[in-house]
């Protein structure tokens, strides 16, 4: 495994000292396609949350404010959301069914706590691996060139 990112427990102990969220509801499920054909899967406008980075699960009750996220708007080529303590604004490309590549371009420069920023350390290091997507309904993979998952969004 990687040493880029925490580990679980790190994860859990960061979880710990971020504020809760009273709301406790899921965003709803898209049905997407799967790409098996030639047409590009629709990465939509709807926000993708974390759920795993390099084989460590995202805590599910994580505030809202440091939980990492992807926004993309196609029609733009931009790529927007929370890296964990910060916020970013950066394009990708799309090339063939499934190729993908991320930039992280501007970022807010907040600090945070020990755990949140070596998290976002390990998603903004993420985005400069990333050569190819797969979606299967509510579920987002981010692949490196050899196709092995580097993280996985849901909605």
């Given at each position: 495994?990687?040493?880029?990112v925490p580990t679980l ?52 009750d994580m505030h809202p ?91």
């Amino acid at each position: 495994m990687r040493p880029i990112v925490p580990t679980l427990a790190l994860l859990i102990a960061m979880s710990a000292c971020a504020p809760r969220s009273d709301q406790g509801a899921s965003s709803p499920s898209a049905s997407l396609a799967t790409g098996a054909g030639a047409q590009q899967p629709d990465l939509g406008s709807a926000p993708w949350k974390l759920v795993e980075i390099a084989g460590a699960t995202i805590p599910g009750d994580m505030h809202p404010a440091q939980h990492p996220t992807l926004v993309f708007d196609a029609a733009a080529g931009r790529v927007s959301g929370v890296a964990g303590v910060n916020r970013f604004n950066g394009g990708f490309t799309r090339t063939g069914p499934h190729g993908l590549t991320l930039r992280a371009g501007a970022m807010t420069r907040m600090a945070g706590i020990p755990e949140a920023m070596v998290l976002e350390d390990a998603v903004v290091k993420m985005f400069d691996a990333v050569r190819r997507y797969r979606i299967e309904r509510d579920r987002l993979e981010l692949l490196d060139e050899s196709g092995t998952t580097l993280a996985t969004f849901r909605r």
